[in-house]
C-alpha cells in the first residue's frame, strides 16, 4: 500500500505501485487538471509538484511517491500569483498544456523568484505548448515575479 | 457523469425550427427541458430565460482560437447583453446550426453575420416588448446592459422579465434590424478574455481526454504499423494477464476509401488508462503488412522532387511561357521539397462513446461533431440522427481532429462490449498513426529580363492528395490544394505556368493548419528571394516590384473555378494592394531597411495571401559557430479584414509564429519500410520556449474589409522567411525542409 498527500489530503492507494502518478491521479482521484501529453517525460503536460519540486507525474510511480507531498493545478485554488498573471496575460489558447507549464512556472519562482530570460529558457523547455503561447509565457512570469519584460 | 458539462439533448430536440439551420426560426415553447413557457429563444443561437440568463450556443469547436467566445460575444454585443449574465454552451453536432466544421479558419466570417442578426432580432423584440408593457414608442426604448430602458421616463425592465412578453411578438423582417456602430462595442475587440480561461487556468477544463461515462472502460488500441496492413493474428494471454485488463476485442479494418473510417486493429479494454497501455504493452500481434511496406519517405521525396522536373497537368497558363524561356536573358530554377508532417496536437485523439438501445451518445474532442455523427453511424450502423455529439473542449486540433476515427474506435468498443469506452491514443498512436500533411516536391523555373525580372513563371507541384481520403485512386491535387499558393500566386508577369504531376499516398494525408499553402509557400517564397539575390535587388523592393501595382486579380486556373477559400472573388478579391500594404509595413515596423545581415545574423521576408488574409513577415535570425538557430525577432504585418477579438486574432499570429518555426526548423515525419520512424517528442521535433521566436511582434491592420481567416494564414509565410533569413545570415540556401537536416556552418 502506497500512501500519501495530495493537495493536502492523504490518501491511500493499494494498485500496482508502478502506475504512474499521473494516472492515479487523473483515473483513480478523477483530477484531470493534470495532463497527459508524451508518457516519456518529454512534453511537461503532467507536472506536478512532489515534495515542492516540479516533476513529471508521467514518470512517477506511485511506489516512488510514497509518504511525499502532491501539488497538483488543483492545489493551487485558482490563487496563485502566477494563475493570476497566466490570466491577465491571456496566456492560453486550447489550455491543454497550461497546467503543466503553470506547475512548472510555480515551482521556477520558488527557486528563482526574479528570474533572468536564460533562466526562464532552462527552466520551461521541457514544457511544450504546440499552440505556440511561449511569448505570453515569458511575460506572464516575468508579471508574477515582478521584473520588467 | 461527474465531469462533462452538457446540455441534454432532448432539450436540443425540442427546438421545433424548420429546416435550414440558419434561418431565424419561430419561437420554440422552452429553452431547458423544463418548458419553461416564459424563456424567449428567437433563434438557435440564442436563448433568454425568465430569470435573465442569456444563454448563447457555440456551435464551432474550441481548440484554442477563441471563436467559441467570440462568436457569442458578438451576439451579446448586438444584443446589448451583460456579458456576466451569459453563458455559453456548447453545441451537440447538429445540421440545424449549419456547417460545425470548424476547419479552413472560418468560423467568424461564414457566422459572424449571422450572430449580428440573431442578436440584434432579439434586441428589438425585447425593445418592442418593453413598449408595449409601458406604452411607449419603440423608438424610446434601448437596450442597456441586460435590460430595456425607457430614456424619456428612466423606466426599466431586466430582459428576463421581458422574455415572455417578446416570445409572442413576430420576428422582424432582417432588412429593418438596426445593428450597433462600433464605438458602441461592448465585448467585440475589448479583449474580453475567453469563457474557459478560469477553467483552463485551474485545471477546470474538460478536454476530450477528460470525458467520462459511468462505468466506462478505457481502451487501447494498436494499429497496422503500416498503413493498410491487416491483422494477421494476436496472441493476448499475457495481455489478459494484467490487474484491471477486461478485453482484448478486434477492431475490423476499413474499407477504402478510408475516409474519416476507424483503422481497424487490436483494442485492449481495461479498468483505467494504465492498465490499457501496460496490456497493449504485453500484446502480441502480427500483420500482413501489403503494398505500403515497401514506402520509404526518403526516396519517395526523390522520387516527388524528380516528377516535378517533367511536365504534367496544367493547372493554369497565360501568355506563353515556352517562348518566354526561350527569349529570356537569363533563367533560374530550383526544386524544393517539404516532408511529412505529424499534427501532434498536446492532447491525443480521445473520445468515450455509449452505444445503447440503437443509439450512440459520445463526448469527444472534435473540430467536426457531424462528421462524427455520420462517421459513428456508419460505423455501428445506425442512422446519423441517432448519434448524439457532445464537443469537449480540444486540447489543439490543427485538423487532426476533423478526422473522427478515434470516436468511431469508441462507438465500435462500445456495441461490442455492451459498457461505455473510451479510447485513448497513446503519443505514439498519434504519431504513427496520423493523417499526414503532404510531403512535397516542387520545381520552380523563371524567365529573366535584362535587369532579373522575370518575365516567364513554371511552378511544378508534385505531392499526393488529400483527396486520397475520399478516393483512393486519386493521384491529382484537388483544387483546394491548387488554390493554396499554386495556381493563384499574384505576380505581374506576362507567361505564367502551373502544372500537377501525379502522386500516390502510402499513408493517411489530411489537412494541416494551411494545409497546401506551406509547402507552396516555402517553394515559392525561397524561389522568389533566390530571384531576388541573383538580381542584386532588395528582397523586399524585388517583390513589390514582382506583384505590380496595386490591384485587384481575376483568377482563371484551366479547368476549374479557382477556390478561392470557397469564397466568390467578388467579395473576396486577390488584392495586391492590401499585400503591398501588409509587405510595406512589415517593413517599416521591423526596421528592415537598417538590418545588418552577415556573420551568423541574417534577416529574411515572406508575405502570402490564404485564407484570404494578407500576411507579411520578417524574420531576423542568429547563426552561432556550431549552426544552432535561434530567432530573436519576428514581425508580422496581418489583413485579416475587420476583427471581432483582437487579442485572440494577435494571439493566432503568434501561435503561427512558433507553429511555422517548428515546420521550418526541426519537424519531420520519415517512413522506412512503410512505418513511421518517429514516435513521441524526443524524435518528433517541435518547437520549445528557447528555439521559438523570442519577440514576435504582430501589426494589425485596422482594417475595414470583409472578415477573413485568422488561424491559419498565419503559417505559411514562416519557413520562407526564416530559411530567407538563414541565407542572408550563412549564405546557404536550404531548399528541402527541415532546416536542421542542413549543416549550416
Known amino acids: ?149 | 457523469m461527474s465531469t462533462v458539462k452538457i446540455m441534454e439533448r432532448r432539450a436540443f430536440l425540442k427546438y421545433t425550427f424548420g429546416a435550414g439551420a440558419l434561418i431565424l426560426g419561430t419561437h420554440v415553447e422552452s429553452w431547458a427541458s423544463g418548458a419553461d413557457k416564459a424563456s424567449f429563444h428567437p433563434s438557435v443561437f440564442l436563448g433568454i430565460q425568465p430569470n435573465g440568463d442569456v444563454i448563447i450556443v457555440a456551435h464551432r469547436s474550441e481548440m484554442g482560437t477563441g471563436s467559441k467566445s467570440t462568436l457569442p460575444m458578438v451576439v451579446a454585443d448586438e444584443l446589448d447583453a451583460d456579458w456576466k449574465r451569459v453563458r455559453v454552451e456548447q453545441a451537440i453536432g447538429d445540421e440545424k446550426y449549419g456547417s460545425q466544421n470548424t476547419d479552413g479558419s472560418c468560423s467568424i466570417r461564414d457566422f459572424v453575420a449571422i450572430m449580428k442578426v440573431a442578436g440584434a432580432t432579439a434586441r428589438t423584440m425585447l425593445e418592442q416588448a418593453a413598449a408595449q408593457k409601458w406604452n411607449v414608442p419603440a423608438a424610446e426604448c434601448k437596450a442597456q446592459l441586460g435590460q430595456i430602458v425607457h430614456t424619456k421616463s428612466n423606466k426599466k425592465a431586466g430582459f428576463g422579465e421581458l422574455a415572455a412578453a417578446a416570445a409572442k411578438l413576430p420576428v422582424p423582417d432582417k432588412s429593418t434590424l438596426k445593428f450597433k456602430a462600433e464605438s458602441e462595442y461592448r465585448y467585440i475587440n475589448k479583449n474580453v478574455p475567453v469563457v474557459d480561461q478560469q477553467d483552463i487556468c485551474e485545471g477546470k477544463g474538460t478536454f476530450g481526454m477528460d470525458a467520462k461515462m459511468p462505468g466506462m472502460l478505457v481502451a487501447s488500441v494498436e494499429h497496422s504499423p503500416v498503413f493498410g496492413g491487416k491483422l494477421a493474428s494476436f496472441d493476448a494471454a499475457e495481455t489478459k494477464k494484467v490487474a484491471g485488463v477486461r478485453d482484448v476485442l478486434i477492431i475490423d479494418p476499413y474499407k477504402p476509401p478510408h475516409n474519416f473510417q476507424a483503422l481497424g486493429g487490436v483494442a485492449v479494454l481495461a479498468d483505467h488508462t494504465w492498465a490499457a497501455l501496460q496490456g497493449r504493452k504485453k500484446l502480441k500481434v502480427e500483420w500482413d503488412l501489403g503494398p505500403n511496406a515497401s514506402y520509404d519517405s526518403d526516396r519517395y521525396r526523390e522520387q516527388l522532387l524528380a516528377a516535378a522536373k517533367q511536365p504534367g497537368k496544367v493547372v493554369r497558363n497565360e501568355g506563353d511561357v515556352d517562348s518566354g524561356f526561350a527569349s529570356a536573358a537569363k533563367i533560374h530554377e530550383a526544386s524544393y521539397s517539404t516532408p511529412l508532417l505529424s499534427h501532434a496536437p498536446m492532447e491525443t485523439p480521445a473520445a468515450v462513446a455509449e452505444f445503447k438501445d440503437g443509439k450512440v451518445v459520445c463526448h469527444a474532442a472534435t473540430q467536426n461533431p457531424q462528421a462524427v455523427q455520420e462517421t459513428v453511424a456508419a460505423a455501428v450502423g445506425i442512422d446519423k440522427k441517432d448519434v448524439t455529439c457532445h464537443v469537449t473542449l480540444l486540447g489543439g486540433g490543427f485538423g487532426r481532429k476533423s478526422k473522427p476515427d478515434y470516436v468511431a474506435e469508441a462507438a465500435i468498443l462500445s456495441k461490442k462490449t455492451g459498457k461505455p469506452v473510451k479510447v485513448v491514443w497513446s503519443r505514439e498512436d498519434d504519431i504513427r498513426n496520423d493523417f499526414y500533411h503532404s510531403t512535397a516536391g516542387m520545381y520552380l523555373k523563371a524567365g529573366l529580363d535584362g535587369n532579373g525580372k522575370p518575365t516567364s513563371w513554371l511552378h511544378r507541384s508534385v505531392f499526393p492528395s488529400i483527396g486520397t481520403t475520399f478516393d483512393d485512386k486519386a493521384e491529382y491535387a484537388m483544387e483546394l490544394e491548387m488554390g493554396m499558393g499554386w495556381n493563384d500566386l499574384p505576380y505581374d508577369i506576362p507567361n505564367h505556368r502551373a502544372e500537377n504531376g501525379p502522386a500516390k499516398n502510402h499513408v493517411r494525408i489530411g489537412w494541416l493548419r494551411a494545409v497546401a499553402n506551406v509547402y507552396h509557400a516555402f517553394a515559392l517564397h525561397s524561389f522568389t528571394d533566390e530571384l531576388a539575390h541573383l538580381a542584386g535587388k532588395d528582397p523586399i523592393d524585388y517583390t513589390l516590384a514582382l506583384l505590380g501595382p496595386g490591384r485587384k486579380i481575376e483568377m482563371n486556373p484551366v479547368g476549374m473555378k479557382y477556390w478561392n477559400h470557397n469564397q466568390s472573388q467578388k467579395d473576396f478579391p486577390v488584392d495586391t494592394a492590401r499585400l503591398r500594404n501588409v509587405i510595406e509595413t512589415v517593413a517599416q515596423k521591423s526596421g528592415w531597411a537598417n538590418r545588418k545581415s552577415g556573420s551568423g545574423r541574417g534577416w529574411g521576408f515572406a508575405a502570402h495571401r490564404s485564407f484570404l488574409t494578407y500576411v507579411a513577415v520578417v524574420t531576423e535570425v542568429n547563426v552561432d559557430d556550431r549552426g544552432r538557430v535561434t530567432i530573436p525577432n519576428m514581425h508580422i504585418a496581418v489583413d485579416a479584414g475587420q476583427t471581432y477579438n483582437r487579442d485572440r486574432v494577435l494571439a493566432q499570429f503568434e501561435g503561427a509564429a512558433v507553429f511555422g518555426t517548428s515546420i521550418a526548423m526541426m519537424s519531420e515525419i520519415s517512413v522506412k519500410d512503410g512505418k513511421v520512424q518517429q514516435s513521441n517528442f524526443h524524435n518528433y521535433q517541435v518547437a520549445r520556449l528557447p528555439e521559438a521566436p523570442m519577440n514576435t511582434h504582430v501589426h494589425l491592420i485596422d482594417s475595414k474589409e470583409l472578415a477573413a481567416g485568422v488561424g491559419e494564414p498565419g503559417v505559411p509565410p514562416v519557413p520562407p522567411s526564416i530559411a530567407n533569413a538563414i541565407f542572408a545570415a550563412t549564405g546557404k540556401r536550404v531548399r528541402d525542409l527541415p532546416i536542421r537536416k542542413t549543416k549550416l556552418v
Not at chain 1, 493537495?7 to 505501485?17: A, C, Q, W
Not at chain 1, 492515479?24 to 508518457?39: A, F, H, N, P, S
Not at chain 1, 493545478?73 to 497550461?98: D, N, R
Request: with cysteine; net charge positive; charged share 20%.
Open chain 1, 1 to 149: 500500500m502506497v500512501q500519501l498527500k495530495v493537495n493536502g489530503v492523504t490518501r491511500k492507494f493499494e494498485g500496482d505501485p508502478e502506475m504512474p502518478l499521473l494516472w492515479y491521479l487523473r483515473d483513480m482521484l478523477e483530477m484531470t487538471g493534470t495532463k497527459y501529453g508524451c508518457g516519456m517525460g518529454l512534453c511537461g503536460a503532467c507536472t506536478v509538484h512532489v515534495d515542492g519540486k516540479a516533476v513529471r507525474s508521467c514518470q512517477t510511480s506511485m511506489a516512488s511517491a510514497a509518504g511525499k507531498s502532491v501539488v497538483t493545478i488543483e492545489g493551487l485554488k485558482g490563487q496563485h500569483p502566477v494563475q493570476k498573471a497566466w490570466m491577465a496575460a491571456s496566456v492560453p489558447q486550447c489550455g491543454y498544456c497550461q497546467s503543466g507549464q503553470i506547475m512548472q512556472a510555480v515551482a521556477l519562482l520558488k527557486d528563482r523568484p526574479k528570474p533572468t530570460d536564460k533562466e526562464i529558457d532552462e527552466h520551461m523547455q521541457g514544457n511544450i505548448c504546440r499552440c505556440g503561447t511561449y511569448n505570453r509565457i515569458r511575460s506572464a512570469i516575468k508579471s508574477a515575479a515582478g521584473v520588467k519584460a
